[in-house]
Structures are given as structure tokens and as C-alpha cells.
């Protein structure tokens, strides 16, 4: 997991962190601070996914010793109880990874729907383009929260939406 973090917090923090320091001169400074934040921040969020896999994987372990089969409140619960883990992340970082999940749900739910009509008369797989409305559902509640709540969205993110919108 760390070594996909580092990538994904230093990338945006050196361009815009060397932006920012080109107005102040002061590079030197702001590649430690870029180094330091990216390296806590990579080691936050791994040892985040890290809890969560485990938990979660340890959970279902648990009800599978007191169950001959999976049952599906077995997986509700193993989830709420490794979603716990977020706690440990960042506290800006919530709203985005709710953000993130948000479309994987939407995403599940098409598919579920897709599994469950497959057989009936309704063919809810062959709804023209229903997985872009999907996406496009999960691109208007991000960037509904860019345009009103834009404190919930982490600047670097917050930042190259700003350029992709045009925004100042």
C-alpha cells in the first residue's frame, strides 16, 4: 500500500508545493515539507488500509467459525465493524473516501439490479447507457461538494479540480 501512497500525496504536493515556493523562493523548505507530509500521510493512510483489510477479513474468519455457511449479515457486519478503521486516516479525508465509496455503491447497486432482472421480462441490463448515468450520479455528488462544501475535498484534489474547472 505505501508505495502506492507516495506517489498519489507527493506528485501533487511537489508540483503545487514548487509553484507555491516559486513565488516565495524558498524551495528548499518546501521540498522537506513536501518529503515530511507525504511520508506521514503515506504511512497514515496505508496503515489505514492495512487495519481495514485485516479486520475485515479477520471478522468474516470469525463468523465462519460459529456458521457452517456465509450468511449475509455476516458481511454487513464484518464491514461497519472494519469500517471502524477509518478513524485512524486523516479527518479531511473522510468525506472523501465516503465520496469514493459513494460510487462503488452506486456501482454494486447497478450490478445487483443487472443480476436480479436478468432472467425476468424486465431487462434492466439492456437500459441504454445506465452505468454512465451511474457514473454520472457519482461525478455530481463530487463535485457538488467541490462547489458548496469545498472543505470536505483534500486541497491537492481540491486543487486539480480547480484547474479542470477553470476555477480560481
Known amino acids: 500500500f505505501f508505495l502506492k501512497y507516495v506517489p498519489l500525496y507527493g506528485v501533487p504536493r511537489l508540483v503545487f508545493g514548487l509553484l507555491s515556493a516559486r513565488k516565495s523562493k524558498k524551495y528548499g523548505d518546501t521540498l522537506v515539507n513536501v518529503f515530511k507530509s507525504t511520508l506521514i500521510d503515506s504511512v497514515r493512510s496505508s496503515t489505514f488500509l492495512g487495519v ?8 468474516i474468519c470469525f463468523f465462519r467459525s460459529f456458521s457452517d ?8 457486519l464484518s464491514g461497519f465493524v472494519s469500517g471502524s478503521s477509518l478513524v485512524i ?3 479531511k479525508r ?6 469514493y465509496c459513494l460510487s462503488r455503491v452506486f ?33 455530481s455528488i463530487l463535485f457538488w461538494a467541490h462547489q458548496f462544501k469545498p472543505e470536505l475535498i483534500r ?7 480547480n484547474s479542470l ?3 480560481t
Do not use: Q
Not at 473522510?94 to 465520496?99: A, G, H, T, V
Not at 486541497?155 to 479540480?161: C, D
Open 94 to 99: 473522510y468525506s472523501e473516501l465516503n465520496l
Open 165 to 167: 474547472l477553470g476555477a
Open 107 to 139: 456501482e454494486v447497486m447497478y450490478n445487483v439490479l443487472v443480476e436480479h432482472f436478468a432472467g425476468t421480462k424486465m431487462k434492466f441490463h439492456e437500459t441504454p447507457a445506465l452505468d454512465v448515468a451511474v457514473f454520472c450520479w457519482s461525478c
Open 155 to 161: 486541497n491537492p484534489f481540491r486543487m486539480g479540480m
Open 52 to 59: 481495514y483489510c485485516t479486520i475485515l477479513a479477520g471478522s
Open 89 to 91: 486516516d486523516k479527518a
Open 69 to 76: 455457511y456465509d450468511k449475509r449479515i455476516h458481511f454487513i
